[in-house]
């Protein structure tokens, strides 16, 4: 199976959730290579670990975006060094000019199916696009079959279940349920890309992703949100 992991940049800075946690990024490339072995894997970071463009004040928000980019440049490349290191074949490409590889669609999908991890930076390299935006976009293009967004909670819930103890969990949803009840698995635009093209979304707890293939198969373990 071809898949698209959506990982935050948070998660890549440790308990902090800020800047680069080395700990956190030697596991999180152990449990990837590990589902690389069974899948084809590539993945979209976020960069909110270093900036996060649409949250900061005083700056231009375009300019703001454009900084938040690279940031997912710098969590591409340490993530791909952390992969090659523990002997997991990978490649950082860009979207935007930088020292990572030039993100080429065809190229990419040749890597895949190669079983070398695709780490894709750079965000659709527009401003204003998020990297949920960035993260369905890339899996359509490289013919995913399903895209996967790992967060802090295990699954999509009609609340956030750290502040409401009575919070629903879904274990299943269509995207047109989703967009109805405004529950926010990803923004307006990715939603819209998946539900259009028919890509299934599954979306997890972090933690969980040590057991990717429970991940992909039991509802309890994931939400699925399909058409």
């Known amino acids: 199976m071809r898949v698209l992991l959506k990982l935050s940049g948070e998660v890549l800075g440790g308990p902090q959730g800020m800047g680069l946690d080395a700990e956190t990024l030697s596991r999180f490339a152990g449990i990837l290579g590990k589902i690389a ?28 975006d454009q900084i938040g980019m690279m940031a997912t440049v710098v969590n591409c490349m340490t993530l791909e060094q952390h992969l090659i290191a ?6 950082a ?13 065809i190229e990419a999908r040749a890597l895949l199916a ?28 490289l013919k995913c079959d399903l895209l996967v967004k790992a967060t802090k909670v295990d699954g999509v819930y009609d609340a956030d279940p750290a502040k409401n103890p009575d919070a629903k969990r879904y274990e299943t949803l ?20 998946c539900k259009e093209n028919g890509l299934q979304l599954r ?25």
Request: with cysteine; aromatic share 4%; glycine share 8%.
């Open 203 to 227: 979306v997890c707890a972090v933690d969980s992703l040590e057991d990717f293939n429970a991940v992909l198969s039991d509802n309890k373990r994931s939400t699925l949100v399909r058409l």
């Open 93 to 105: 490409m860009s979207s935007v000019k930088s020292l990572a590889c030039r993100y080429d669609i």
């Open 174 to 193: 269509s995207f047109d349920e989703v967009l109805a009840k405004n529950l926010g698995v990803m923004d307006l635009t990715a939603m819209i890309l």
């Open 37 to 64: 072995k069974d899948h084809e894997l590539a993945i979209v970071t976020g960069g909110g670990n270093i900036m996060r463009g649409k949250a900061t004040k005083g700056l231009d928000r375009a300019k703001a």
């Open 86 to 91: 523990q002997g997991t074949p990978a490649c």
């Open 114 to 141: 190669k079983h070398t991890v695709v780490l894709i930076a750079g965000g659709t390299s527009n401003p204003y696009f998020t990297t949920d935006s960035a993260a369905a976009l890339r899996a359509l293009e």
